[in-house]
């Protein structure tokens, strides 16, 4: 069954390089701005229980879409279709009265969305616990923190019990055991057969909790398809424009070679057995005015077969800039015999974008009658 139907949706917004522009423009009539197209032409279909991520750079038009979708904007041509109760999680904090107290915005919030005061009433406990403001839901919304503000924005929109809920990058703003609260819950809708229309700049909760993506570029959609061959085309751009950056600018290989580096302590080659430990020490630095940065490593077998990669970005730690040391620790590494490069990697605040990267060259020692990459812990039984 079809939950949302988006047909040649386009939105245009008016710029005034003055203030008064807009004045003079009611006054003489006569057009003083300049057109902005914010989306061009967008149309889609997203089934009943389907999880859809929104992705790209900031400025794509991936804000106003979703606030379309919502029902907050109208579009300047177009049309959507929409079946269903709707919520929506946009701007921190948006629709909140702030001298009200968290209590009477649960009621003016869950009121918009479309539920009764009696509706209210039965799930405002549910609400107030999920958001773990118990000891300030009386309150006024104007003296919350950020987190404060998005965990009671989130508890109102999963408790209204919605058939097509709308999350645009307000999970990032609570702390790490919150986000994961969240996604769970997320989750859970995912399994109750709601609509999910989810747009973030972590292409790893994009990619777990997606069936498909649409990459806006430039007010278009650049691509869609199955989520994590989406995310992959969009982090393989990403990091060529960034290789790439600036033609104007001096040039390629320089750009980067300049602003950011990392560079591994001690040997450049080292030889372990099968468990042994490993420890990697290394320094980055950045520009002046880089303020955070992701770390993130690879190990790739000889034959360019990446064995495993993660960044600190996933785990939700970030380390400041800009420049600092730090230490990869692999207590007891499984992998059998043969030749690999770890990659330790510099990446932007996101982990999308690759600044910087340094390699270590390691030898495993063979071990008798073990074959393969890694080792797995296994034992044999004979059943009695």
Same mark, same amino acid.
């Given at each position: 069954?079809?939950?949302l ?18 004045? *003079?423009e009611?006054?003489?009539?006569? /057009?003083?701005h ?9 149309s889609?279909?997203?089934m ?17 879409? *979703? ?24 701007e921190?904090?948006?629709?909140f009265h ?11 919030? @869950?009121?918009l *969305?479309?539920?009764e ?11 107030i616990?999920?958001a773990?403001l ?5 309150? /006024? ?9 998005v965990?009671l ?21 609570g ?18 057969g ?9 292409m790893y ?17 650049k ?8 995310v ?6 990403s990091?060529e ?10 040039a390629?290989?320089?750009s ?10 001690? @040997? ?9 430990p ?8 950045? /520009? ?16 360019e077969?990446?064995?495993? @990669?993660?960044s ?15 230490r990869?620790?692999? /207590? ?13 990697i510099?990446?932007?605040?996101t982990?999308?974008?690759?600044? @910087? ?13 073990l ?14």
């Amino acid at each position: 069954m079809l939950a949302l139907r988006v047909f040649q949706v386009s939105k245009c917004y008016r710029l005034y390089d003055r203030p008064v522009d807009r004045l *003079l423009e009611f006054l003489v009539r006569k /057009p003083r701005h300049r057109p902005f197209w914010a989306l061009k032409d967008i149309s889609f279909e997203v089934m009943a229980g389907e999880t859809v991520g929104i992705i790209g750079d900031n400025g794509a038009g991936k804000s106003t879409l *979703l606030k379309i979708l919502a029902g907050t904007l109208s579009p300047t041509t177009g049309e959507v279709e929409r079946k269903g109760r709707v919520a929506a999680l946009l701007e921190l904090g948006a629709g909140f009265h702030p001298e009200f107290t968290g209590r009477q915005n649960i009621y003016l919030n @869950a009121a918009l *969305l479309g539920l009764e005061e009696k509706e209210i009433k039965a799930r405002e406990e549910e609400i107030i616990a999920f958001a773990e403001l118990e000891d300030f839901i009386d309150q /006024p919304v104007k003296t919350y923190s950020s987190g404060m503000y998005v965990r009671l924005a989130f508890a109102i929109a999963v408790q209204v019990d919605p058939d097509i809920l709308i999350v645009d990058e307000a999970l990032s703003v609570g702390d790490q055991r919150f986000q994961k609260k969240s996604i769970d819950r997320i989750l859970a809708f995912r399994d109750q057969g709601k609509t999910i229309l989810f747009c973030s700049h972590s292409m790893y909760h994009v990619t777990h909790l997606c069936q498909r993506a649409f990459w806006l570029e430039q007010g278009r959609i650049k691509l869609a398809g199955e989520a994590k061959q989406v995310v992959q085309a969009y982090e393989d751009w990403s990091r060529e424009r960034l290789k790439n950056k600036s033609p104007a600018a001096k040039a390629s290989k320089e750009s980067l070679s300049q602003p950011y580096q990392l560079r591994i302590h001690g @040997a450049r080659e080292r030889r372990i057995k099968l468990f042994e430990p490993l420890e990697v020490e290394f320094s980055y630095l950045g /520009p002046p005015e880089a303020r955070e940065f992701s770390l993130g490593f690879a190990w790739i077998r000889n034959d360019e077969v990446t064995v495993f @990669a993660t960044s600190s970005h996933y785990q939700g730690l970030l380390f400041p800039g800009p420049s600092g040391e730090a230490r990869l620790i692999f /207590p007891s590494l499984p992998l059998l015999s043969g030749s690999y490069r770890l990659v330790v990697i510099l990446a932007d605040e996101t982990g999308n974008l690759v600044l @910087a990267t340094d390699t270590l060259k390691i030898t495993v020692e063979k071990e008798a009658h073990l074959f393969g990459i890694s080792f797995f812990e296994h034992r044999w039984e004979i059943p009695s």
